[in-house]
């Protein structure tokens, strides 16, 4: 007979459940090589008790978290790369493995105690939409969005057939019988096609059954602890309890009742994300778009309790192996705890910020980030967040002088003014008026904001990206003037000052960069780059000699002298494209960020290459802190890693 590779792996290791709470703070979980601290955890996707209850695993953008679910403490960090943007994931039913989608349509295994991986499954098909191993252990099963199921022996890791054939709009969840005998898979990849479930023979991969009725994607697949009955969740806002052994319909829950259900703004609002059945078989809990949770008596169909768990949709739910308690999670970041009867909350399990800028103050003490909901304040040397508002975005700047921050709406396209100590807005720079909104089909976008060095001015650049025009435009910070430099043909997608303040440097998507008087608006020169897919980063040196370029799907960067428009310096050695440039404070270093995961370090000199940091994604923005001591990225995951990157003694 053959050995579970699971089983003889529980024999070996200790099981995760005896392990010490680990006293470190999740600012130090996981970090690479060289890194020294992480603000933010990264986007969330799903959750899972661990089989025993004593941990609660949450998938995010660079690995899974474990909670304490009684305290809601960090415990631990099982990073992981290449996993941005895939969130499923599974636990082995001893526990001691986790089975996790990676970006690359792979999936891999970890050991849950040494986090250590320990087998990949060899790449098939498309992107791995689902993953549920069998009550025994000895098999998984994946989804693709090719419409294939695989199932896969989790001792060789070989693939031992493919469910095909039935579904035509991509699998969106996969689930396995208590018995293990049977597979459901679900559809509705594209809209308005095939959004069926079907019963497979675990063994032989013959059919058994097709479940139709649901008239949108089928977001989830649970089966309730007896096996009797399969519940279905669907973006139809309907939840349909099915006979195992049949298929028949047994009834349906829906979330669209009176008044409600004929309301055309409502239409997403009641949509199913996510499903789950209590241990003990009494309570079905659903969780929708809308950011509710409903609770449903198992026995009667007949809605129990219902409460509000998210500002937004609630994206994944599960409950504790006793029933006790029910744990949601959200795309705005949060984790929660409830009393897996009442619905009452228990605790905050995490608040996961999704990071999208950073910059700096001026004292180094503080970085702001933008995030979705708006932007924090982290204290550098603790690596707590300190305050958040609850409107703002991208881009960001700090102001030199450190008193104030710039952020645009991620709604409206204005661009605010922020008390940087209070947290209060000052004042609003509005790019675009009512009648402009109402009799125009033009949609309006700011990419980016710099304050300039004496911190009365702020510049900003945008795009009608519906109509090929960019727009340059000059702001004063106390009375909220605006002057027009440019308004034209052309994307300018990145925009900076010179150190002195005397020039305003633009690079658009043709690939020139130029060079503009703050006080007149005239154009002063021109530099063509032969940057013929756009200018991506455009930085200038601190002594404003030289100014450091980078273009979109190029892994180079060329450094460009200013006075005379030759290109000086090239600096090769990334394989992927080149994404933030960041000069030292001292001038005698280049820092350049790639979405190949590197941070490399230049001589500004020479272009001799120094040293490389690699991380766990992309590289999408970098910033040095004042001293030059720290480097900050901010990367793909929505998470920032600091480096320690000392700079190189004064020569006297």
């Known amino acids: 007979m053959k050995i579970p590779l699971l089983l003889i792996r529980m024999l070996l290791i200790i099981p995760m459940c005896c392990l010490p709470t680990l006293a470190q703070d999740y600012t130090q979980f996981g970090l690479p090589k060289g890194a ?10 799903k959750v899972q008790f661990s089989p025993d209850g004593s941990r609660l695993a949450i998938s995010s953008s660079i690995g899974i978290w474990f909670y304490d679910p009684a305290t809601g403490k960090a415990l631990d960090l099982l990073p992981q790369t290449d996993s941005t943007s895939v969130f499923a994931f ?13 970006n690359d349509s792979k999936v891999g295994f970890w050991d849950v105690t040494t986090k250590q991986r320990i087998g990949t499954l060899t790449k098939y098909g498309r992107e791995i939409t689902a993953i549920a191993y069998s009550p025994d252990g000895t098999r998984i099963v994946s989804g693709n969005s090719d419409n294939a199921v695989r199932v896969w022996d989790t001792m060789t890791l070989q693939r031992i057939g493919t469910l095909s054939g039935y579904h035509t709009n991509g699998v969106t969840t996969v689930a396995y019988s208590p018995d293990g005998t049977t597979i459901t898979t679900g559809s509705g990849w594209r809209k308005n096609k095939d959004s069926t479930v079907q019963l497979w023979d675990a063994f032989t991969g ?11 994607r089928i977001t989830a697949i649970v089966y309730s602890p007896d096996g009797k009955t399969i519940a279905t969740a669907s973006r139809d806002s309907t939840v349909r309890l099915w006979h195992a052994d049949t298929g028949k319909h047994k009834a349906t829950l ?9 309301l055309p703004w409502n239409s997403d609002a009641n949509v199913v994300n996510t499903i789950v059945y209590s241990p003990d078989g009494n309570t079905i809990a659903t969780g929708t778009q809308n950011g509710k949770v409903r609770l449903w008596d198992a026995r009667t169909r007949r809605l129990k309790t219902q409460f509000k768990a998210h500002a937004f949709g609630v994206a994944s739910i599960a409950y504790s192996p006793d029933s006790n308690t029910i744990a949601t999670v959200n795309w705005d970041g949060t984790a929660e705890l409830w009393d897996g009867q009442t619905g009452k909350h228990k605790t905050t399990i995490t608040k996961h910020s999704r990071i999208t800028l950073l910059a700096y103050s001026s004292d180094g003490n503080t970085i702001a980030t933008g995030e979705p909901d708006g932007f924090g304040l982290w204290d550098v040397r603790t690596g707590e967040r300190k305050t958040l508002t609850t409107i703002g975005g991208r881009p960001i700047a700090y102001s030199p002088e450190g008193n104030t921050i710039a952020t645009k709406n991620y709604w409206n396209d204005t661009v605010q003014l922020w008390d940087a100590k209070t947290g209060k807005r000052k004042t609003t720079l509005k790019h675009t008026n009512l009648i402009h909104l109402l009799f125009t089909d033009r949609e309006y976008e700011i990419s980016s904001v710099v304050f300039s060095p004496d911190g009365n001015t702020v510049v900003t650049v945008g795009e009608y990206y519906t109509h090929d025009e960019g727009t340059i435009y000059l702001w004063h910070v106390r009375t909220g003037k605006r002057k027009i430099i440019y308004e034209g043909d052309n994307y300018h997608s990145v925009v900076t000052f010179s150190p002195d303040g005397r020039t305003i440097a633009s690079g658009d998507l043709g690939g020139k960069i130029r060079f503009w008087n703050p006080v007149t608006g005239e154009l002063e020169a021109t530099i063509t780059t032969q940057h013929t897919s756009g200018v991506k980063s455009l930085v200038y040196s601190p002594d404003g000699r030289t100014i450091a370029i980078s273009k979109r799907n190029n892994n180079m960067v060329r450094l460009w002298d200013i006075a005379t428009g030759e290109n000086t310096i090239t600096l090769t050695g990334h394989t992927g494209e080149v994404s933030a440039i960041a000069y030292a404070p001292d001038g005698r270093t280049i820092a350049t960020g790639s979405y190949d995961r590197t941070v490399r370090l230049w001589d500004a000199n020479t272009g001799e290459h120094k040293t490389s940091f690699t991380g766990y994604t992309r590289v999408s923005s970098l910033i040095y802190s004042p001293d030059g001591r720290t480097l900050a990225s901010k990367n793909w995951d929505h998470t920032v890693l600091l480096w320690e990157v000392t700079p190189p003694p004064t020569t006297e």
């Not at 013959?206 to 949108?216: D, E, I, N, S, V």
């Open 254 to 262: 829906k979330h669209r009742q009176g008044f409600n259900a004929t």
């Open 36 to 45: 020294k601290t992480r603000l933010g955890k990264g986007d969330i996707g």
């Open 90 to 102: 599974a636990y082995s039913p001893d526990g001691t493995t986790i089975a996790r989608a990676m």
């Open 206 to 216: 013959k059919r058994k059954a097709k479940l139709a009725g649901h008239t949108k």
